[in-house]
């Protein structure tokens, strides 16, 4: 029997509005009072997903594409990027006017902000920031992943930009409109990993759940790697599982319903 299932939050647990349907939130439940845990595994931060706290226990998750594990309500790891590689990434979003996304531990800091994307106001705990302050911010504070945001054709180009760079990092889609620079090596598939291990879990007994890149690798590594309808062709091309149901219409519960039931 699985004993964890492991879940992406945007675009594969929750809708397009960013909601957690109630079809998802009773699979969920049921899954939890069989004693399967459901755990986030997200490239958000936790302060980016507080706000789903009266639904989810939180208090178990792999955030920050793997950079950031919790367990008990405990961090049980932590890490975050290098300042030389910060500095660089944030003159080349000065340099090239791109809408950038700098995330402290508990604020986003939102670089050329009059460019506009879809968290310029969803997150309550950020602010948009001047180039100076953009630039202090790397001295004054742990930053532990740099998102860009735009079209998919002009990030692809600004991802070899910054592969050309050969920074101490890693670039990885996390959504069709972002592109996140993370630490080197850390993966949701490792942040899985080091929560397993943790808690003396067999990684063979978890189930995973997720639509983007970010996702491909811990869709590798998990006992059974599932997918919704609306996920990335790469992504459904490696899963074991992908749902008829797309984020919209419960996909979450869909496979809960045929490998936790």
Do not use: W
Not at 49 to 70: F, I, P, R
Not at 134 to 159: C, P, S
Request: glycine share 6%; aromatic share 8%; with cysteine.
């Amino acid at each position: 029997m699985y004993k964890v299932i492991f879940s992406d939050l945007d675009d594969t647990l929750l809708t397009s509005d960013k909601k957690i349907c109630d079809k998802n939130l009773k699979a969920i439940k049921y899954a939890e009072s069989k004693g399967v845990k459901f755990v986030v595994c997200t490239g958000r931060l936790p302060f980016c997903y507080s706000m789903y706290k009266d639904q989810l226990d939180l208090s178990e998750a792999v955030s920050t594409n793997g950079e950031v594990v919790y367990s008990k309500g405990k961090i049980i790891k932590a890490n975050f990027l290098p300042k030389e590689v910060v500095r660089k990434v944030i003159e080349y979003g000065i340099a090239h006017n791109e809408y950038e996304r700098i995330f402290g531990l508990d604020f986003l800091y939102l670089l050329n902000i009059e460019k506009g994307g879809s968290d310029a106001n969803f997150y309550k705990e950020s602010k948009g920031v001047s180039h100076d302050e953009a630039l202090a911010l790397i001295d004054n504070i742990n930053i532990y992943k740099l998102g860009l945001f735009g079209e998919r054709e002009h990030l692809i180009e600004v991802r070899k930009d910054i592969d050309a760079m050969n920074l101490n990092a890693d670039t990885v889609f996390s959504g069709p409109h972002l592109l996140e620079v993370v630490v080197k090596g850390e993966t949701k598939a490792q942040g899985i990993i080091d929560y397993c291990k943790y808690n003396n879990i067999d990684i063979k007994d978890t189930i995973g759940a997720g639509d983007e890149e970010n996702d491909l690798e811990m869709l590798k590594v998990v006992g059974l790697s599932c997918c919704p309808a609306n996920a990335a062709k790469q992504i459904k091309e490696i899963c074991n599982v992908v749902t008829t149901a797309d984020n919209n219409e419960g996909s979450i519960a869909e496979i809960i319903e045929k490998y936790v039931k």
